[in-house]
């Protein structure tokens, strides 16, 4: 048994990509033009939506295997889990003592915005060649 399929192996290695690219290009504009707001534990961030993006990916991967009229409900699921475990570490942060409690904020929404555009991108073309493939296999 495959342990990756072929559309998993792509997400992760894409959104390795954009977020390792985000990363640096958010901490460039933090050091560079507000040095005042970067705080210690900015590398977190990446990571955590790096984490929760395997998470989703392994959902898709387990349902396109079993069931593959879930797409939807494991689409939601997943955005669910995201939402529900961005409350609790922001939660977390605005409970903890810590200075830089708003430039966490705003640095996470930026990475939540990036991650949404990433996987709604994803999965669009990911359902747009799904309909090429099953058109072309209709035709033929």
Known sequence: MKMFNT??????????????????????????????????SYGLIPVIFYVLGICSIMIFDKISRTEKKNFLAAYMGSKVLRVF??????????????????????????????ALIFETVFFFWYEKREKELKSKIEKA
């Open 7 to 40: 559309v998993t192996k792509k997400y992760l290695g894409l959104s390795a990509i954009i977020f390792i690219v985000a990363a640096i290009c958010v901490y460039l504009v933090l050091k560079c033009w507000f040095p005042t707001h970067y705080f210690s």
């Open 85 to 114: 475990a961005s409350a609790v570490i922001l939660i977390g942060v605005m409970m903890g003592n810590g200075l830089h409690k708003v430039d966490f904020l705003c640095v996470y929404a930026l990475f939540y915005l990036i």
